[in-house]
């Protein structure tokens, strides 16, 4: 009966040892797949996080793509530099004054414009006013303004500078 019971206590260590190897390979194993599963979950997270993200820049550049038109529409492409010295003699002639373009300049990221106008006080300043209310982005660089001799008529001299675009 001796035997017996050594060999039932040999068997039951056996066995005991057999689910504790079991036990820690299922242990070691779950926790494995555990961190599969949090590096996938991680992963997931993320490419949602940038879904969402370019959603909503796509979404903030349909909301904002009129007045980003506007906006574009304020600097002056290199092909348009004609149409606004088209636009300039517009206004002189509208207002009785006489303008002559002196000189264009290309700055790079804006274009300067040096202009002669001849007219009365009241249109040169009136053109003045209108030249830097255009719907662009003109900054009155500087204005110079003398009285003729014996005359109503003042000579002005307006330097404009006018942002562009890239090319």
Request: proline residues 1%; positive net charge; contains cysteine.
């Amino acid at each position: 009966m001796r035997n017996y019971t050594n060999i039932i206590f040999i068997a039951s260590i056996i066995c005991t040892l057999a689910i504790g190897s079991l036990y820690i390979w299922l242990l070691l194993n779950v926790n494995d797949n555990l961190q599969r599963v949090n590096s996938i979950t991680i992963e997931v997270a993320e490419s949602e996080t940038k879904n969402n993200h370019a959603y909503v820049l796509k979404s903030l550049l349909d909301r904002t793509e009129n007045n980003r038109n506007k906006l574009q529409a304020l600097f002056v492409e290199p092909l348009e530099v004609a149409d606004l010295l088209q636009t300039l003699e517009s206004l002189s002639k509208n207002i009785g004054t006489s303008v002559e373009v002196k000189s264009i300049r290309d700055n790079g990221d804006s274009v300067s414009i040096t202009t002669s106008v001849v007219g009365t006080f009241a249109q040169l300043i009136h053109f003045t006013r209108l030249t830097s209310t255009m719907p662009r982005a003109v900054f009155i660089e500087s204005l110079h303004l003398n009285k003729q001799k014996g005359s109503k008529l003042w000579n002005g001299r307006v330097e404009l500078i006018i942002l562009k675009t890239s090319s």
